[in-house]
């Protein structure tokens, strides 16, 4: 099953981001840590790319992701030209405020009263980028929630004398090229829940975790050896959890559930999603 999610407002929001990257300096792009390749726009690629504007790759919610693959993804990312990543987690209230001086390395020739640092953010949605514009502005100015495309406008924000930040909304594109990245932007909570089957994207889950990280299964569900496939694991969930039968069968549409939210909040441990190598040996099957 192929998972496509682009409403209505994106495309307003798309238009109006590419007016606003012809007055912008740095493009500061929001991904999530677990998942970076995954949750990169390809849009934000070629508006950037058009106007050859430096770039500042966020990988946020590193508190989650495996740090190991998350340094991976920094090494990947820094040999991009005019490019620069960090990992950052928006929890950590120091982290975010790295970023403004990122932003001015990146382009050196501005930061002044005459020619201000001009910086927008974007990412897809539920990535944190509202959490981390109230983080840079020290104050909640935009909406925050668990939820993607909470954000529908633009806005614009004087920080100082020297430097501009614009709020972009959370932005899809509209195709997903690569069938198995809408999984994991699935997985991530970047999709409205609408566009996808619970129990397809648990499942796809399962299937990467049973393989990258068998010992925090076994932790997490007490388990002593995994000898059965991703439906299988959903299965053991339901019966661990004392979900009622439906139809005399496991409930593993509540399992589902579970396994999203323990990945979600972390409670499983530190995982990546994907990794440089695992990008690469997907795409080129």
Known sequence: MSIQWFPGHMVAAQ??????????????????????????????????????RAHLKILNKSDLADPKVTDQWIQYFN?????????????????????????????????????????????VPNVGKSTLMNAILNKRIAKVGDEPAITKQQQRHQINDHM????????????????????LLATNNNIGKNAYNEEDVAIELGAILLKQYPELLKTRYEVKELTFDSIELLEF?????????????????????????????????????????SRKLRLTK
């Open 15 to 52: 238009k109006k981001a590419a007016e606003t990257m012809e007055f912008t300096d740095v493009v500061i792009e929001v991904l999530d840590a677990r998942a970076p390749a995954a949750s990169q726009n390809p849009m934000v690629k070629e508006l950037g790319a058009a106007r050859q």
């Open 79 to 123: 040999k991009i030209p005019k490019t620069k990543a960090i990992a950052i987690s928006c929890k950590k209230a120091n982290e975010p405020k790295k970023i403004l001086s990122l932003c001015m390395a990146l382009a050196p020739h501005r930061g002044t009263p005459l020619k201000p640092l001009r910086m927008m953010i974007m990412g």
């Open 164 to 183: 501009i930040l614009v709020d972009t909304p959370g932005m899809m594109w509209p195709r997903i090229e690569h069938e198995h990245d809408g999984y």
């Open 237 to 277: 969930i339901a019966k661990k959890k004392n979900f009622p039968l439906r139809n005399h069968l496991p409930d593993i549409e509540k399992a589902a559930i579970v396994l999203l939210n323990d990945y979600r909040q972390g409670y499983l441990g530190k995982i990546s999603i994907e990794s440089p190598e």
